[in-house]
């Protein structure tokens, strides 16, 4: 069984930092596609940032420049550096993993994905 557990959440000021990180059990890691959405009250679930088992990586504009997506294939982990955070950014963060077997993919799309964590909220106070 697949289990995505997201941790790091909480509550920030503005312009502040928080590092989100994804556990994954159950899969092998090092060859699972994973990326990182979002969903704010009464809005859709967004996409953030996607990072491919070969580590490239692509990002949303409305966080390019300030977050960065990370792996850690030994430790089975995937991170979520967010800094220079604004308000807008309230929301509850999901990190997921796809089950294609494709090194060099980055997947944007919810649909594309299999496996989703629980999620953590992130609050950022203006």
């Known amino acids: 069984q697949v289990q995505l557990v997201e941790s790091g959440g909480g509550l920030v000021q503005a312009g502040g930092s928080l590092r989100l990180s994804c556990a994954v059990s159950g899969r092998t890691f090092s060859t699972t596609p994973m990326g990182w959405f979002r969903q704010a009250p009464g809005k859709e679930r967004e996409f953030v940032a996607a990072i491919s088992v070969d580590g490239n990586t692509l990002y949303a504009d409305f966080v390019k420049g300030r977050f960065t997506i990370f792996r850690d294939n030994p430790k089975n982990t995937g991170s979520l550096q967010m800094n220079s955070l604004k308000p807008e950014d309230t929301a509850v963060y999901y990190c997921?993993?796809?089950?294609?077997?494709?090194?060099?993919?980055?997947?944007?799309?919810?649909?594309?994905?299999?496996?989703w964590g629980q999620g953590t909220q992130v609050t950022v106070s203006s």
């Open positions: 997921a993993a796809a089950r294609i077997q494709n090194r060099r993919v980055v997947l944007t799309l919810t649909g594309e994905y299999d496996y």
